[in-house]
């Protein structure tokens, strides 16, 4: 499944667009999370702690810290660099968030449940 997010000029830093793909094997709804991340590369991921299995934002569409460099679970305070992920502090500090395909097809970002190749 493939979601089309928004047009590349329209992801800034500092913006986090959201979609739905779905749910996975065990009924979970998947929401994606797509950004810049601190090289200005558009990455996404599953807006899902690795914790806990709950939303990072808890239905509060608060999603990054306050500078903006990393996200945040709100529930325990992971903290996930952008670029990659990955907990660089809080209770599941060395897991990383579940990445996701992210395509820029003629300024048009598209987002899937397929995992980005890196
Ligand atoms: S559920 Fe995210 S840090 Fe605990």
Do not use: K
């Not at 959201?18 to 601190?38: F, N, S």
């Not at 992971?78 to 579940?98: I, N, W």
């Amino acid at each position: 499944m493939e979601v089309w997010i928004c047009r590349v000029e329209e992801l800034r830093a500092g913006i986090v667009r959201t979609t739905q793909l779905g749910h996975d094997d065990d009924g979970i709804p998947i929401t994606a999370l797509v950004l810049r991340d601190e090289d200005g590369a558009i990455v996404a991921y599953r807006n899902l702690c690795r914790h806990l299995p709950v939303p990072l934002d808890g239905g509060t569409g608060e999603l990054l810290s306050e500078d903006g460099a990393h996200l945040v679970c709100g529930t325990h305070g992971a903290t996930y660099r952008l670029l990659d992920g990955y907990c660089v502090d809080g209770p599941c500090e060395g897991l990383s968030l579940q990445r996701l395909h992210v395509r820029d097809e003629a300024g048009d970002v598209y987002v899937s449940v397929r995992p980005h190749p890196g």
